[in-house]
Each structure stands twice: as structure tokens, then as C-alpha cells.
């Protein structure tokens, strides 16, 4: 673990002290960062708050980069696992492209991350697979509340209940799915269960009392 | 839900689960039948929904490791290890030889008795008593080795993050090799009273197909997809935990229908066999447990890693914040995605066939649901 962080922080600078005011604001993030966190005062110096990716150069990235341009705004890897950051209008394009061209044609899952500080609220994350080059590759999207990203069942049957599970544990509503309905929860369920806001002891009251007879469901 | 075509005459729908016994679990099936045929299905799933993911981001990267067990509950050892590869992913370490090999040991032993409880049941519910009968007195066996190793047969909780939770007890290696001496005759046994058998042919040949294409389309792994005549198993293509070490084969048919799942499981459990023979032949010496600070603590960053599961491929996608707690946990469950292949496996067929089909399917409801 401490092998790892050594690197990154290592590299961080280097960057950075090109421009002057940047490492003090730096150093200075990190002090109001830690003292919340009783652990961190014996710690080592802190890891980049971001995760420390590095441009993922292969053929394959820079053949995307080439077809859709603007579309792709991120192709990197991390601990060997590649990605690409796809801009929301183009994901499915991107993910047809590489089922179609690219020999992608295992859709492995679809899930979402919730960073509720952010503008872009999810993070959309389809995990790609491919039989013929026994490679893995992440799409990620990032999309605000309310948008409604296209379906991905007209490229892959499987995101039929992949998308319903991420309709029913976030809230995101995919444009076009055949049968978006809740899938784990019951229907009439009020509330995204993943959402950060979404207590770990909270339920919708009311359906429980109503369907199950009992006061409360803890 | 039903549509309005629900109501033609010659139309029926009928509600199986989710108290039913060949559903293994609490599943509910709306079947749209017309006399026998199947006309479509409805999958009613979430009925043991518990929120593992949302527990995850409550709990440290070592207090979560617990509860994966509780997903896939006859293969316990299999959640662990998927999740504990993740989260050494993260941390960029490596468990240690030692743990590499007893890994292997345990997910294999893990993985005879999953098939086992499938054979048994799936057995029993097409109306063959008897070898469910053998499969559970063999399960077990299987199931002693994981209470002397740690003392639980079911939720091991065998595999820490980093290595193993305890060291292997004194005749750990007898014990192994002494069931897999024993299991192998036992698998001929099974295959006697079936492979050949009249009314276990008629009632799985030809059922529930599904090709090697709908299988990547659908998503669908491990034995449904290698029936189908995919060469593709992720200890193979993807090897973690050492698997590159041994020798063993992927078995695999062509036609994808339930009897061909049925040959392709059988086989698994005598490579199953093999693997773990030439694992307790060389279990290395050395520490159990990499090194992982008493805090787990992984930097910012994410990673999905998979497994080959007795049921498919089973996936960890874990995001890091760089605190205690992990940012989010999503597990990609193989039931999960298999189940939804069975409207078209049994569309157009016979409705006593959906029994054979879910049976073959393997689906643990706890890890559809999760």
C-alpha cells in the first residue's frame, strides 16, 4: 500500500511546480483534510485525492479518439484496467462502435456511481468484454439528475435488466427501454436505495405499513 | 405485468412461486401459457432483496467481507474470493503463495458442492428421487473440510483481504485428498443412474436451448455458455489466484441445451477434482496474509475484477474514495443476468420444461436479489 502511494505522490509534483501558487493550495487542502480523520495525523502523506490514472495508449484508444472526436474526452488506465470517458450523447454510439468494429460484444454489466457534489450527479459505468481479444473495457458517462441517457438494449439484449436494476436503485430513466419498471424493489416503492441521500436505515414507510401489516420494517 | 392479450380465450396466466418448490428460492414466474405452450414469461424477482450494495458503503473494506457470503450461499467461498481480489486490486497487493493455493483448494471444494446441491435438486425436480439422495451425502463431505477449516459450513468466511483468514489444521491435505479419492467414483455413480437413463434424456435433450450467440447477447457465463460450445472460462482466459498452475481442461458441448448443462457441470466437477489433487500436492510454505495494514485503506480509484463462479462470472466493481469505507460496491451477480435468458429458453415450449430449465440455469435467488 505504501509502495503504491509513494509513485503518485512522487509524480504529483513534478507537474505542479511548474506553476508556483498551485503545491501550497495543495498542501494546504490536505492540512483541512485531515484533521477530521483522528487516523490521518500518524499517517503517510496523503494519496492524490484523485484517482491516479494514466493516458491508456493503445490502438484501439486512439482509433475511438479518431471516430468520434469530441465524443471521447478521457482514455486512460488504472491498475491495468483500461477506460474511456464517453461524452453522454455519444455512449451508445461508442458502445455499438466497439460491439460492431471492435469485437466488444460481451455487455458485462451497467451500474452507476452516485457523487452528489457534483453538477454531473452519476456516473453511468458499462463494463465491456471481448471474447476475441480477451480484454476488458470500462465506458464511463457522467450525466445530471434528470437526464435521461439512451437505452443500450438496442446493442445489447442483456442491458435490458441491467438498466431496470440502475432505473431502480438510482433513479436514472433510460430513454427508449422497452420495459423500464422497477426490478428488485416493488413498484409502488418511493425512493432511490443507492442515492447517497438515501439513509441505510430508511425505507418507504408507508408501503411497508401498507403491504406488510407492521409498523415499521426495523 | 399482463397485457390486454392476456384476456383471449385461449390464453392462460399462471403464477408459479413464489413459494414453489423447483423454483429454488423465492421466485416468481408469470407464465402465459396457451394449453401447454409457453407463450411468455414475467420474472418476479427482489423478494430476498437485502441491500448488500448499500451496506457495503456503511461498513470497512474487512467488516463487508462477511456479508458477501450471504449472496451466492452455496458457494460462499467464491463470493469471498471475487470480493478480496477486488479489494487487493485496489490496494495493488497479492495474497501470497499459500493463500493462493488453499484458495484454489477451498473455491474448488466450493464448486464441487454447489454443483452438487444443483445436481440433487434439479434431479429431483424433473421426478428423479434417488440422486439427490447421493449428491448430499458427498455435499457433505465437502461441507466437513469447510467447518474444520472455519468452523461454519455454509458462510465461510474463509478469506481475508490480503490472504486467509486462518491457517489449514492438521490433516487439511488427508482430508482433501481423501474426498477427492472418494468423489470421483461417486460422479460415475451419478452419471450411472443418469447420463443414459430413458426419462432423464427425454425430458432434457432439446429443452431449453439457448445458441452460443444469444448466449453473448444476453450476457450468460460458465456452464450455460460453455454448453453452448464457448470455450471461455475466466480461471482460463483470465487466470488470478494461481490458476495458470494447473492443469485441468474446460469442458464444453455444442447444442446449449439442458442436457448438454447437465454434461458440461458433471465434467467440471472431476476437473474440479483435478485441480484441487495438484493444488494439496504443492501447497507452498510461507505466510498466509500479504501485507495489509490493520486499517484497509485503498487510494482513490476504482476496479472491477470477476471470477469464474460455479455459476458464471461473478464481478466486483469497487470505487474507492481513499477512506475506510468503500464509495460503492456493485457486485455483478452471474444469476442474476442468467435468469434473464429464461423467457427465451423457454418461449415456445412446454410449460412442464420450465422446471428443467430453471433447474438448469442454477440460479441462487439470494444473488439475484442480493
Known amino acids: 500500500m505504501a509502495d503504491e502511494q509513494k509513485p503518485g505522490g512522487s509524480e504529483a509534483p513534478g507537474p505542479q511546480g511548474a506553476s508556483a501558487p498551485k503545491p501550497p493550495a495543495a498542501a494546504a487542502d490536505a492540512a483541512k483534510a485531515a484533521p477530521p480523520k483522528p487516523a490521518a495525523a500518524h499517517a503517510p502523506p496523503k494519496p492524490p485525492a484523485t484517482m491516479a490514472a494514466v493516458p491508456w495508449d493503445s490502438d484501439l484508444a486512439r482509433e475511438l479518439k479518431d471516430r468520434f472526436g469530441g465524443g471521447i474526452t478521457e482514455a486512460s488506465t488504472y491498475l491495468g484496467q483500461n477506460f474511456v470517458v464517453a461524452k453522454r450523447e455519444a455512449a451508445i454510439a461508442v458502445i455499438e462502435h466497439l460491439k460492431l468494429e471492435a469485437d466488444f460484444d460481451y455487455l458485462v454489466d451497467i451500474t452507476a456511481v452516485d457523487w452528489p457534489k457534483r453538477a454531473d450527479r452519476f ?61 428488485l424493489l416493488p413498484e409502488e416503492w418511493q425512493g432511490y436505495p443507492l442515492r447517497k441521500d438515501y439513509g441505510i436505515l430508511q425505507q418507504d414507510q408507508r408501503w411497508v405499513q401498507e403491504n406488510l401489516g407492521i409498523e415499521s420494517g426495523q | 405485468m399482463p397485457d390486454a392479450t392476456f384476456l383471449d380465450s385461449t390464453e392462460l396466466v399462471l403464477n408459479m412461486g413464489p413459494q414453489h418448490p423447483s423454483t429454488h428460492g423465492v421466485l416468481r414466474v408469470i407464465l402465459k401459457l396457451d394449453g401447454e405452450k409457453v407463450l411468455g414469461t414475467d420474472c418476479v424477482i427482489g423478494y430476498l432483496h437485502r441491500g448488500v450494495e448499500k451496506i457495503a458503503e456503511n461498513r470497512t473494506y474487512a467488516q463487508f467481507n462477511p456479508y458477501v457470503d450471504r449472496m451466492d450461499y452455496v458457494a460462499a467461498v467464491s463470493n469471498g474470493l471475487g470480493y478480496c481480489l477486488a479489494v487487493e486490486k485496489l490496494l495493488n497487493v497479492e495474497a501470497p503463495p499459500r493463500a493462493q493455493a488453499v484458495r484454489v483448494i477451498l473455491t474448488e471444494l466450493n464448486r464441487i458442492a454447489s454443483h ?52 489449514t489444521y492438521d490433516g487439511f491435505e488427508r482430508e482433501v485428498l481423501a474426498f477427492c479419492d472418494m468423489f470421483l467414483p461417486r460422479v460415475d455413480e451419478y452419471e450411472e443412474l443418469l447420463t443414459n437413463n430413458r426419462i432423464w434424456v427425454g425430458r432434457l435433450k432439446g429443452v431449453g436451448v439457448l445458441s452460443a450467440e444469444e448466449c453473448k447477447e ?153
Open chain 2, 116 to 167: 452438487l446441491l444443483w445436481l440433487g435438486t434439479h434431479a429431483l425436480d424433473i421426478g428423479a428421487i434417488t440422486p439427490v439422495f447421493y449428491c448430499l451425502r458427498e455435499r457433505e463431505e465437502a461441507l466437513k473440510i469447510f467447518e474444520n477449516y472455519c468452523g461454519a459450513r455454509l458462510t465461510t468466511h474463509a478469506f481475508r483481504i490480503g490472504g486467509l483468514q486462518y491457517e
Open chain 1, 123 to 183: 456516473d453511468l459505468v458499462y463494463i465491456l468484454y471481448s471474447f476475441a481479444r480477451n480484454e476488458r473495457l470500462r465506458v464511463k458517462v457522467s450525466i445530471p439528475e434528470g437526464y435521461r441517457p439512451e437505452t443500450a438494449v438496442g446493442v445489447h439484449l442483456t442491458a435490458n435488466w441491467l438498466e431496470r436494476e440502475v432505473f431502480d436503485m438510482f433513479g436514472i430513466e433510460f430513454d427508449g427501454h422497452p420495459d423500464l419498471r422497477r426490478i
Open chain 2, 218 to 370: 444476453f450476457g450468460v457465463t460458465g456452464p450455460v455458455l460453455r454448453a453452448a460450445g464457448v470455450k471461455w472460462d475466466l480461471r482460463k482466459a483470465q487466470p488470478y489466484s494461481g490458476y495458470e498452475k494447473y492443469d485441468f481442461e474446460i469442458p464444453t458441448c455444442e447444442t446449449g441445451d439442458t442436457y448438454d448443462r447437465y454434461v458440461v457441470r458433471m465434467q467440471e466437477m472431476r476437473q474440479a477434482v483435478r485441480i484441487m489433487q495438484q493444488a494439496v500436492a504443492a501447497i507452498p510454505e510461507g505466510p498466509i496474509m500479504g501485507k495489509v495494514g490493520k486499517v484497509i485503506k485503498p487510494p482513490v480509484g476504482e476496479a472491477y475484477v470477476s471470477i469464474e463462479a460455479p455459476k458464471g462470472e461473478l464481478g466486483y466493481y469497487v470505487v474507492s474514495d481513499g477512506s475506510t469505507q468503500p464509495y460503492r460496491v456493485r457486485v455483478r451477480p452471474p444469476s442474476f443476468v442468467n435468469l434473464q435468458a429464461l423467457d427465451r429458453m423457454v418461449r415456445g415450449g412446454l410449460v412442464a420444461d420450465v422446471v428443467a430449465v430453471i433447474g438448469t440455469l442454477d440460479i441462487v435467488l439470494g444473488e439475484v436479489d442480493r
